[in-house]
């Protein structure tokens, strides 16, 4: 077996080459996880000393979600990977956790030289480990899942240590109301990183907010979300949380604008009588409308709620009745007749 050094940040890949039995690439599973969907990379390069039938490549895998393709370009002009020709690629497949071996759709015979070992994942839920290694670094382009292309990229990204470069939110401004519960989300934390890869570190922190203790996060690594730690009336008003983003010992930070909001005062209802003090004559019959009930909200919405007559007045002994839906209220089915000349009073209450 022969092992490689190369700079920069190495993937457990490796290539068996069964015809002259050594290997080829990394048998190391790296440091930290990573993951880079519709992304081509390759690694290497490494070199072969003798001409060799190339049979299968495999790749660690740490948590599946998609799939992925291997392949094997030359070195290119530049023994860089960088302009590299096919030379063999599996078929997609669906990885498991672990080391995932596949076979090559072609074994061409290779001359002696310098060989790169290419990935290209579905999508970031394929996560793989790297690690830092001294000698070349790897390569990385963006590319659509398919067959590998004939030739690699003659310019691409080159990754060698992961660090992040940016921290923005979505929502980018947050609102809040003074009133709001702890754990409340305020927006999502973003973090744009060197290589184009998803952000691994969980070096997620809060730096500094105008408002003590208004805020925390529900992660130190991604996903991650500001929330709501404590709120109140004395903190209405533009307020701002600062977060930052550290890996390999590199760190950047971005502020999110927080606009607290005070909490508008509870509608209130209110109840009044059209007209409001009725006179009847005594002989009325039975059903004749009195007065109407007319309940308000104090925020101008309109009242869906339910009449009734409540204590301590009820409806006078049965003398009065009223209509739950419009508040209408009659002279009951006894009449009036027994009470001339003296007033009469009733309890009604709005309910909603």
Known sequence: MLRLI??????????????????IGETTKYGYSDSGGNTLATQGPYATTKSA?????????????????????????????????????????????????????????????????????????????????????????????????????????????????AVSFNPTTARVSDAAAAGTVLAAVLVQTSDGTAFMGSGLSISAQTAAGLASLSSPSLPSNVQVASVAAADDGQQSVTVQACENSACVSGQLPVMVNAVPPSPTLSLSFNPPTPNIAQNVAPGTLVT?????????????????????????????????????????????????????NITVVATQ
């Not at 109407?292 to 007045?313: D, E, K, L, Q």
């Open 53 to 165: 039938t190339p049979v299968s490549e495999s790749f660690w895998v740490d948590s599946t979600g998609g799939q992925l393709i291997l392949g094997i370009y030359t070195a290119g002009p530049n023994n860089n990977c960088l302009g590299g020709a096919l030379v063999a690629q599996s078929a997609p497949f669906t990885p498991v956790k672990g080391w995932n071996t596949q076979s090559l759709t072609s074994t061409p015979t290779v001359p002696a030289g310098n060989y790169c070992l290419a990935y290209l994942p579905s999508s970031n839920g394929v996560k793989f480990r790297k690690g830092l290694k001294s000698g070349p670094g790897d390569h990385w382009t963006p590319f659509q899942f398919a067959p590998l292309p004939a030739k690699y990229a003659t310019l691409a990204p080159t990754s060698n240590v992961q660090t992040p470069v």
């Open 6 to 23: 190369f700079a920069g940040i190495a993937c457990a890949v490796a290539l068996p080459v069964y015809a002259q039995n050594f290997t």
């Open 292 to 344: 109407t009930a007319v309940a308000t909200w104090s925020n101008g919405s309109t009242f869906t709620g339910t009449y009734a007559f409540g204590s301590p007045y009820e409806n006078d002994g049965g003398q009065f009745a009223i209509n739950s839906n419009t508040g209408d209220i009659t002279v009951g089915i006894s009449g009036l007749a027994a009470d001339a000349n003296k007033p009469q």
